[in-house]
């Protein structure tokens, strides 16, 4: 079975919220990437394009 790393998607249209958020993941000890999107329409092709990507179907 082939793990893929976890990549954290951040939607949040405030940049403030966004920051703070990042520095408590961080102290929080997540090593993962996290990608920040301010659209939730963005953020929601984001996901759909990793999926097919990786060959997997769309989550509803």
């Known amino acids: 079975m ?3 790393p976890l990549v ?3 939607v ?3 940049e403030g919220h966004a920051i703070l ?3 408590s993941l961080k102290r929080a000890g997540v090593v993962n ?11 929601s092709r ?3 394009a990793r ?3 990786h060959g997997k179907k769309r989550i509803q």
């Open 2 to 4: 082939r793990v893929l």
């Open 8 to 10: 954290v998607l951040l």
């Open 12 to 14: 949040d249209d405030d």
């Open 21 to 23: 958020v990042l520095r």
């Open 33 to 43: 990437d996290v990608v920040h999107e301010e659209s939730a329409v963005f953020g």
């Open 46 to 48: 984001q996901i759909d």
């Open 51 to 53: 999926h097919r990507r």
